[in-house]
């Protein structure tokens, strides 16, 4: 059984703070990777999704992508009590057709 | 508006009863996915289709089925036999293989 690993948290920051999600995953042949937010009760809602490896910024936020040491993470500069979230990791599932496999999530408290 | 819709928002059913979730989409993607969320696990895909009238289970298929008699349409059906099916349900779709999904709203189901 391919495993996407999170830390569930909760991860407190606080507010203009830098924010690290990391997430691991063990299907070596994974070739494509998300980050979803979902808040209480809502659905995931897409934040970014990367392919190779290395940095890929969006606004406030970065994912960083190692695909040798099979481990990716988010970035969210200047955190707000808005970001404050369960934060879902995502890895498509080689040959799977876009199967995906998702990670149980981290939990972000953003403080005053 | 573009964007994928799931009815209804809350649904409760009796025991031994057969329940019908509602998922279209207006965004023209070929592919379309079921999950269901538990609390304190990942989404885990039930079914998904990549395109009209074709479709593949996923990883916890049984007590399900679904059709998908039209591109904009993926309807999912919980059966009797689905030993616990409360939980939130989830639909999703993407352009095509291996590109990102985006979800629906949810639809929670209450069995009692």
């Known amino acids: 059984q391919k495993e996407v690993e999170q830390n569930s948290g909760p991860l407190s920051v606080p507010e203009g703070a830098i924010a690290s999600l990391n997430c691991t995953y063990s299907?070596?042949?994974?070739?494509?990777f998300f980050w979803y937010r979902q808040y209480s009760g809502k659905s995931p809602e897409l934040i970014m999704f990367i392919y190779s490896n290395g940095d890929k910024e969006d606004g406030r936020f970065t994912a960083q992508l190692n695909k040798a040491s099979q481990y990716v993470s988010l970035l969210i500069r200047d955190s707000q009590p808005s970001d404050s979230a369960t934060y879902l990791c995502a890895a498509g599932v080689t040959g799977g057709g876009n199967k995906l496999t998702f990670g149980t999530g981290t939990q972000l408290k953003v403080e005053l | 508006d573009g964007g994928i819709t799931q009815s209804p928002k809350y649904l409760f059913r009796k025991e031994g009863q057969n329940v019908t979730l509602s998922c279209e989409q207006n965004?023209?993607?070929?592919?379309m996915y079921w999950y269901r969320q538990d609390p304190g696990q990942g989404l885990r895909l039930i079914y998904y289709?990549?395109?009209?009238?074709?479709?593949q289970k996923g990883d916890i298929a049984e007590g399900y089925s679904v059709s998908r008699e039209k591109k904009e349409s993926f309807p999912l059906t919980v059966t009797s036999a689905q030993k616990n099916p409360t939980a939130f349900y989830l639909c999703?779709?993407?352009?095509?293989?291996?590109?990102?999904?985006?979800f629906g709203p949810g639809t929670r189901l209450t069995v009692t």
């Open positions: 999703a779709s993407s352009i095509g293989t291996y590109y990102e999904q985006y």
């Open positions: 965004l023209n993607h070929d592919a």
């Open positions: 299907d070596r042949g994974s070739q494509s």
């Open positions: 289709s990549q395109i009209v009238n074709d479709f």
